[in-house]
């Protein structure tokens, strides 16, 4: 993989209005556990006041990006090691999570590095933000690209959050009407748990996961989920505010983002929008059949063998000379396993009867592969069969899965 270094803008946020914002928080919270706890007593001014300010507090989150955020220049070098600002290592390599280049003006990298850890670059060109996509392993054909999508359950969800205020309101009133600070405490230990676990539940049956992969999506999760592959997409548009994905002999699959998902204004959500259909049509170009020989292919698919007859012949299928094709070979064998056009069953038998021969490099090459699966069971038998010490009946259990 090419390594990456340019002269790009990094996004930031603006210190002082964030040490501002972070002292403002710091002295609401500090007053009302002094309230609560009759620490001190507030002047009837203070009292006025306060709420006012309580309020502008909140009314801050609701301003647009560029008052939180400030872009400065910097050099930034993608390589194995992850991604390097002036010299830095900001995010490594194993902490990655997932891409996506966006910006309608611009083409900016969003990256994600999992709690805490996420950096936006701005770059000069859109080919320029899709190397340093691939320079970090997040690109279509390199990582699975994943997003909560709205589900119809979404409607509940002003009743939810209603309910939940009352529910902190209630705790609030029974705190200043008993005026005791173990009435207090005792109040929110009972409230806010449960307040909590309601918003886990609604979050759950609210947003579900969809995992943009280089041979199709799963959208869902669990038993539940829906592997979609992109031989069954004929078109994907954006119709505010969902993904509309046009499905060949079957109802469109709607794929809801609401304007509120990327927690800013209206074109900042609208931009998220263009941006995954923009990475679900990439993938889905790429996925198209490349020069895959028919014979190999279907070589390596189970066709009318049983299950264990398939993983047998798979298994003996480059040491056997009952098993030959012309010019049948490691390379052909790669072809089907890494092309995202075959069906997941012949991909897996490619693999299966790649793997007595693999080596290190062999392997992450595999394990590459199956990173940027969407179907799971396929990225489960790639995953073992790159192991260097696995076991042959799991692996063998597992891949008969396929069939």
């Given amino acids: 993989m090419q390594p990456f270094e340019a002269d790009v803008q990094i996004e930031r946020t603006r210190r002082g209005v964030f040490a501002g914002y972070m002292a403002v928080m710091l002295l609401i919270m500090a007053n009302a556990a002094a309230q609560a706890f009759h620490w001190w007593v507030v002047s009837p001014t203070a009292n006025l006041l306060l709420p006012w300010i309580n309020l502008a507090a909140v009314a801050t989150l609701f301003l647009p990006r560029r008052f939180w955020r400030e872009r400065v220049p910097a050099r930034v070098r993608a390589d194995d090691a992850g991604l390097h600002v002036d010299g ?4 490594a390599r194993d902490r990655l999570r997932r891409g996506l280049v966006t910006g309608a003006a611009r083409s900016d990298v969003a990256v994600s590095g999992g709690v805490l850890r996420a ?5 000069r060109t859109h080919d320029e933000a899709q190397a340093l996509l691939d320079a970090l392993g997040l690109g279509v054909s390199g990582a699975v690209y994943w997003f909560p999508a709205r589900t119809s359950a979404s409607r509940h969800l002003p009743v939810a959050l209603g309910l939940t205020m009352a529910v902190l309101g209630v705790a609030a009133g029974m705190a200043v009407t008993l005026r005791s600070g173990t009435a207090a405490v005792a109040a929110l230990l009972v409230g806010l748990p449960a307040v909590l676990a309601f ?7 609210v947003h579900q996961p969809v995992r943009v992969g280089a041979d199709g999506l799963l959208v869902g999760r669990g ?4 592997f979609v592959p992109y031989d069954r997409v004929a078109s994907v548009s954006v119709e505010r505010p969902d993904i509309v994905l046009g499905l060949r002999g079957e109802p469109p699959l709607r794929l809801g983002l609401p304007d509120a998902r ?3 204004p209206r074109e900042q ?8 259909a923009r990475r679900i049509e990439e993938a889905r170009a790429a996925s198209v059949r490349a020069d895959v020989r028919p014979a190999v292919e279907a070589l390596v698919a189970p066709g009318a063998r049983r299950p264990d007859e398939w993983v047998r012949a798979m298994r003996q299928l480059t040491t056997s000379h009952e098993y030959r094709v012309p010019a049948l070979d490691a390379d052909a064998l790669w072809r089907v396993a890494e092309d995202p056009a075959c069906a997941a069953a012949s991909r897996a038998g490619a693999a299966l009867a790649l793997a007595p021969s693999l080596d290190a490099e062999g392997r992450l090459r595999l394990r590459a592969a199956a990173a940027a ?23 063998d259990a597992i891949v008969q899965r396929l069939a």
Wanted: proline content about 4%; charged content about 35%; aromatic content about 0%.
């Fill in 373 to 395: 699966c969407a179907e799971p069971r396929l990225r489960v038998a790639l995953d073992k069969l790159a192991e260097e010490d696995g076991d042959p009946g799991e692996v």
């Fill in 119 to 123: 950096a936006r670059v701005g770059c």
């Fill in 269 to 276: 959500a609208a931009e998220s929008r263009e941006a995954i």
């Fill in 88 to 91: 830095r290592l900001v995010i």
């Fill in 223 to 226: 038993k539940r989920a829906r």
């Fill in 262 to 264: 990327a927690g800013g």
């Fill in 199 to 205: 918003l886990l539940v609604m979050s759950r049956r």
